[in-house]
């Protein structure tokens, strides 16, 4: 690879780390923000076997935050405790590269990565990429230890405020008034009545340039407000505007005097009063906007369950069930089980990166290719490289689907295999064991760089059942933000063994809900469950 290579491709990885920057360290929780960065470095490095480690101090002990493979325990012992980025490259075994990353806060990541899809070794760019992806990691991180201590702060801070605010609004109730003015207009004839006022000012700034000025009483030149010497002075900010209301000369039966204190309460509580009244009207308008835009997502919502199936086919020797509960009113999870014209049937399951319309448009472009595609009867692997493409081209680059398809040849049993990306797919056998399959490649709409997705051929035997399931279950967290977890849902597979797949989904589903408790659900939760009697 060339230098002028080197430099484009850094080029353009560079633009891909600072758009994803905000994605890691947003993150609600760590695991989160670890699973993400592997995501993201795995699709550069076009590998499947990254994991992240943390330890919380020297001598501690790696704990897990996103493990790809299962053997990867032993590997810490390339790790060091250097108070400085220690990276090893390794000539042999399962992992080949490790690194160790110092934290600000005294903590360490262990970054452990097996080898390449394409069996290649670890080129110069892979070392740069590395080394930036483990910079973009950093300060991904201290940004988001930052905004938790911010955010701590920010409640103490604001719980203060409401407490001042409450006892200055306390008995003033503009909102009572009724004129025909304007807010602005009755701000500043209101504002110079509450505090015996002559006159009055208001500036209003856009991005602190001047835009309007409002004179009460009206007529008064703008030039002799320079000479007053008794003046009160506040102001609203309301974004981009600034509201400065200058108030000159208190009257009194004494003549003019100055402004007290009480003037001054007075003049604040007023100010904050009409901050409430802007905001009342702003949220009044965003409520109805809000309204409208919940209707569209009605719609939305509706259509998108039309992609999905309403009823299972019925399958001579197997029983199938399957269940999406979305998130959101637009979810980015996926599933159908469509009988092929050949008397096969395609099991497929995905899930887009975010939620929203933006992942229910891609959930259609999805669907309208598999309906293209499948009954051509053309090799998976195939198929998979033009779906790649043509979800790479209609989506922007925050945004990818992991898919999963198991095309069933029911009278066999057999099955044929494609993994781009997703959670590796269960298998239960008749002895009880637990298959887990990963074949594939990347996710749909990472990379269009014309990569193969390997396919794997496998058998069902009676008595035997298949998984396939979307992160939404795993990673479902309670309030203490734990996770549900992998090894749960595989424990909890490999117990229940009922005799209808739809009543295994109904016990997932309320294993799910019992683990989370009242904490919102995060994502939306997808599963499709085989038996094969």
């Known amino acids: 690879m060339n230098v002028q290579t080197i430099i484009d491709k850094l080029s353009l990885q560079v633009r891909d780390l600072q758009e994803n920057f905000n994605s890691l360290a947003n993150s609600k929780s760590i695991n989160i923000l670890g699973k993400q960065f592997c995501r993201m470095l795995s699709g550069t490095l076009l590998t499947t076997n990254v994991n992240l480690l943390k330890k919380e101090k020297k001598g501690g002990k790696w704990k897990e935050i996103y493990f790809s ?209 802007m905001e009342n009207e702003f949220l009044h308008k965003e409520a109805l906007e809000k309204e409208s ?86 090799p998976l692997s195939e198929m998979a490289v033009k779906i790649n493409k043509i979800i790479y081209k209609s989506s922007p680059i925050d945004k990818f689907i992991t898919f999963f398809i198991a095309v069933l040849t029911p009278k066999s049993g057999e099955l044929d295999i494609i993994n781009a990306g997703h959670n590796p797919i269960l298998i239960l056998r008749k002895n009880g064991t637990l298959d887990k399959i990963n074949a594939g490649g990347v996710a749909f709409g990472m990379f269009d760089m014309g990569l193969p997705f390997e396919g794997e051929k496998l058998k069902i035997n009676k008595g035997e059942k298949l998984l396939l399931y979307t992160d939404g279950i795993p990673e479902a967290m309670n309030q203490n933000e734990e996770e549900y977890s992998d090894e749960r849902l595989e424990n909890f597979f490999i117990k229940k063994k009922p005799v209808k797949a739809e009543t295994f989904i109904k016990n997932i589903v309320a294993d799910v809900k019992k683990h989370t408790g009242n904490t919102p659900q995060s994502d939306d939760i997808t599963a499709l469950y085989l038996i094969r009697k």
């Not at 503009?174 to 208001?202: C, F, V, Y």
């Not at 407000?225 to 900010?237: G, H, M, Q």
């Not at 197997?318 to 269940?323: C, K, Q, R």
């Open 69 to 277: 493979k299962s053997d990867c325990v032993s590997s810490t012992k390339h790790l060091s405790e250097n108070d400085f980025l220690d990276m090893k490259f390794l000539d042999k075994g399962k992992i080949l590269v490790a690194v160790t990353v110092p934290l600000v806060d005294g903590t360490y990541f262990g970054i452990l990565i097996g080898k390449k899809l394409d069996k290649q070794t670890y080129s110069e760019f892979d070392k740069i990429a590395l080394q930036m992806f483990i910079l973009l990691l950093d300060h991904a991180y201290q940004s988001f230890i930052n905004q938790k201590r911010e955010k701590e702060l920010n409640f103490q801070l604001n719980h203060r405020i409401l407490q001042l605010n409450t006892l200055i609004d306390t008995g003033i109730e503009i909102s009572k008034l009724k004129k025909s003015t304007t807010l602005l207009d009755l701000t500043i004839e209101r504002a110079t009545a509450l505090t015996n006022a002559s006159k009055g000012r208001l500036k209003i700034f856009n991005n602190e340039k001047l835009v309007s000025e409002i004179i009460f009483p009206k007529g008064i030149k703008k030039k002799n407000f320079e000479r007053y010497k008794s003046r009160l002075s506040t102001e609203v900010t309301f974004d981009p505007f600034k509201y400065e209301l200058t108030l000159f000369d208190k009257e009194s039966r004494k003549g003019l005097i100055d402004f007290d204190n009480t003037d001054e309460v007075l003049l604040n509580a007023f100010a904050r009063q009409v901050y409430t009244a």
């Open 293 to 378: 835009i919940q209707k569209e997502l009605s719609v939305a919502g509706a259509i998108q369950k039309k992609l999905l199936p309403e009823q299972m086919p019925k399958i001579p020797g197997y029983d199938v069930a399957g269940i999406n509960i979305p998130s959101k009113e637009v979810g980015g999870d996926y599933y159908q089980c469509v009988p092929l014209d050949d008397g096969r049937i395609a099991l497929i399951i995905g899930d887009v990166a975010g939620k929203g319309v933006s992942a229910g448009l891609l959930v259609s472009t999805l669907d309208a290719c598999l309906k293209a595609y499948l009954d051509m009867n053309i």
